[in-house]
């Protein structure tokens, strides 16, 4: 069972980039799905997440229209636009069993990915 994070790289601020998330060992879609980031020096914190029961997804404020999580058969995916460099960290997708609403603590996800990192500067 592994989670497979990618898309991350350097960028200017005000630039987008799409991350994805892809499973083996295990269908993504049977999992509530959430990208979360960590800086240095900082905690984990969530910045999406996908409904396994219903498809509905849910942001904190700070990224709310700026980032979009999607997800297609096998994949899921984080279109991060409006890149600001205090969104500069390492991007985690996980994968968590609970069926419904909004997933926004780590300790509920199962199964995490690698990360992959996003600098965003100038």
């Known amino acids: 069972v592994q989670l497979q994070a990618s898309g991350g790289g350097l960028v200017q601020p005000g630039g987008s980039l799409r991350l994805s998330c892809a499973a083996s060992?295990?269908?993504?879609?049977?999992?509530?799905v959430g990208w979360f980031r960590q800086a240095p020096g900082k905690e984990r914190e969530g910045v999406a997440c996908?409904?396994?029961?219903?498809?509905n997804t849910y942001y904190p404020d700070f990224v709310k229209g700026r980032f979009t999580i999607s997800k297609d058969n096998s994949k899921v995916y984080l279109q991060m636009n409006s890149l600001k460099p205090e969104d500069t960290a390492v991007y985690f997708c996980?994968?968590?069993?609970?069926?419904?609403?909004?997933?926004?603590?780590?300790?509920?996800?199962?199964?995490w990915g690698q990360g992959t990192q996003v600098t965003v500067s100038s």
């Open positions: 996980a994968a968590s069993s609970v069926g419904s609403g909004y997933v926004s603590l780590p300790r509920r996800y199962d199964y």
């Open positions: 060992g295990f269908t993504l879609g049977s999992y509530t």
């Open positions: 996908i409904s396994k029961s219903d498809g």
